[in-house]
T-cell receptor, first 116, second 112 residues
């Protein structure tokens, strides 16, 4: 159980275009999902916390108008990178919070974004 | 600052050996400490986790040792295998369901 999927796994886009990444909890409902960014050989950097039915909470330094997050259902959160530029190229990973006695975050497989 | 310091940055062990990765924290409000394993190009996968009310937790070949007074915790991988070669992240969470603070990661290589 506790499977989280992401789509697409890889995406290449041209500079100036927008890209949408989906994060789904497949076998549980997730009121809270998180979006991370990871550069090569570095740790995960939290970008924002997404709560179903409300606005996302962004970390300091993350542009909310550039990284649009929508959490419209208990199993789906989306991250849209608007007007992408080469510096937005990165590995984007989502996680979904499973509320049990341990309240564990389960991570998706990640999405590799390359902006040309 | 809510930081978690992880060491070593990289670790090479022989097959069958013990891999030990250490983490230290400052924030005494942290109350949940998971370890994640990440393979290249994949998302992190939960390995094992512990709360401060116990000093050790073991699941198969993986053991977490927790020292509350020293604010340190460590991951021990017994009988390390080449398939364990991955990057390991420790993390800490302050309150239930809140954000995770990750360590810098340890790249483990297990030689056959």
């Amino acid at each position: 159980g506790a499977v989280v999927s992401q789509h697409p796994s890889r995406v290449i886009c041209k500079s100036g275009t927008s890209v949408k990444i989906e994060c789904r909890s497949l076998d549980f409902q997730a009121t809270t999902m998180f979006w991370y960014r990871q550069f090569p050989k570095q740790s995960l950097m939290l970008m924002a916390t997404s709560n179903e039915g409300s606005k996302a909470t962004y970390e300091q330094g993350v542009e909310k108008d550039k990284f649009l997050i929508n959490h419209a259902s208990l199993t789906l959160s989306t991250l849209t990178v608007t007007s992408a530029h080469p510096e937005d190229s990165s590995f984007y990973i989502c996680s979904a919070l499973l509320w049990t006695s341990t309240d564990t975050q389960y991570f998706g497989p990640g999405t590799r974004l390359t902006v040309l | 600052q809510q930081q978690v310091k992880q060491s070593p940055q990289s670790l090479i062990v022989q097959k069958g050996g013990i891999s030990i990765i250490n983490c230290a924290y400052e924030n005494t409000a942290f109350d949940y400490f998971p370890w994640y394993q990440q393979f290249p190009g994949k998302g992190p996968a939960l390995l094992i986790a512990i709360r401060p009310d116990v000093s050790e937790k073991k699941e198969g070949r993986f053991t977490i040792s927790f020292n509350k007074s020293a604010k340190q915790f460590s991951l021990h991988i017994m009988d390390s295998q080449p398939g364990d070669s991955a990057t390991y992240f420790c993390a800490a969470e302050e309150t239930s369901g809140s954000r995770l603070t990750f360590g810098e990661g340890t790249q483990l290589t297990v030689n056959p």
